[in-house]
């Protein structure tokens, strides 16, 4: 039992609180302790505790921690004391802080077709503030969609959010379906996520009578419907050409985003980082990404024409010696990847690898890709990395080299929150 208090003159020392105070031992504070603010020196000198009164306690008691520099942590055997005024303060500021934060997270519910299905729960797992949420999908008899939205009263008043693929003409119809019902449902904000913009990406406008097929898309995502929080915004990673941004309509929001800081976060983790040189195949990829990698050696190939045939040659940059990353937005055939390859080979890069934000890739032309074999840049790829945009892909070439895969989800969670 601690013994009873009582007050001392401010000039004396007991040896009951001298001997407390010479005790200091590291210790986590168990259930029976109390906190004090640290004393000044002169109140060490005089043995007391001050909080505008001065008063010294003369109890039975060991000070078991002075590790944190604000308070000290004291043990008594029957009772404890209450903390005085700042610490409840410092306390109070601190839940109020964690308060606020919780308040300003915005709540996102989900809903993903089901080729994003893996893509939308890591987007869920970055973030607390992110509810998946699932469509029924099903076809009637004569092949058309037959879709329902469970708990559609749920989502009332919520921000919301749909994670499309377009990966084929025959997925966009039913897509569009959900992706223009939803901001219908009375929520207060409709975001499309949209990783890869998929058409317009071999088209030329060059003769009369030639379709843009990706101004229509871009019109048509222009008119879904407005959300109680007004126009719906779509977000899109390195749309392929840059003129689409502007197909878009003023009643929807283009959000453009981009795979290279993923692709900068990886070259930091290799083991020769510094020995890294960018390649762009042609003009327009130096066009679109040489700013986000200035800090990089650079080294630009160009197609000329020999004859009947366009080849690939360096135009400026020098890739001796170097592990030299091709650089570009997409891949279908891969052809013009892998010439771009063979001539950086053959001018003296010691590895070669390569980047593109959308692993296309039809009719598995993704096989062409060889690895290099532990350093031989004439015969394959240090590594390949593609982002998760085109998610067919990444089921297809998942844990096979050169390949890697680095998920956008943290930049679409983070994307969500805006």
Known sequence: MAAATRPLPTS??????????????????????????????SSLSNGFFSNQKRLVVQVRSEIKSFENSQNWTIETDSFRFVPNSSSHSSSSLSMAASTSAAKTSKKVCLFYCAE?????????????????RSITWRKFDDGFPNIFIPNAHGIRGQHVAFLASFSSPGVIFEQLSVIYALPKLFISSFTLVLPFFPTGTSERMEDEGDVATAFTLAR?????????????????????????????????????????????????????????????????????????????????????????????????????????????????SGGTLIECQKVLAAHGAAKISAY??????????WERFEHDNQG???????????????????????????FEVLSLAGSIAATLQI
């Open 376 to 402: 031989h840049p004439e015969n394959g790829l240090t590594y390949f990395w593609i982002t998760d945009s085109c998610p067919l892909t990444v089921q297809q070439v998942m844990f096979k080299a050169p």
């Open 12 to 41: 004396r020392t007991t040896p009951a609180c001298s001997h407390a105070l010479k005790s200091l031992k590291p210790s986590s504070p168990p259930a029976s302790s109390f906190s004090l603010p640290l004393p000044s020196k």
């Open 220 to 332: 048509t995502l222009s008119n879904i419907p407005i959300s109680r929080g007004g126009p719906t915004s779509i977000v899109t990673f390195d749309i392929h050409a840059l003129q689409e941004r502007f197909y878009f309509g003023d009643n929807i929001l283009p959000c453009f985003e981009s795979g290279i800081p993923l692709l900068k976060n990886r070259l930091q983790e290799l083991p020769d980082s510094h020995n890294i040189s960018i390649a762009f195949p042609d003009d327009g990829a130096w066009k679109r990404f040489h700013k986000q990698l200035q800090h990089f050696p650079t080294i630009v190939c160009a197609k000329v024409r020999e004859g009947d045939q366009r080849i690939v040659r360096i135009k400026e940059g020098d890739p001796s010696g170097r592990h030299v990353v091709i650089v570009d937005d997409l891949v279908q």
């Open 116 to 132: 994003t299905k893996a893509l939308a729960e890591r987007v869920a797992s970055e973030s607390d503030s992110i509810e998946l």
């Open 356 to 365: 593109v934000t959308h692993g296309i890739f039809p009719n598995r032309s």
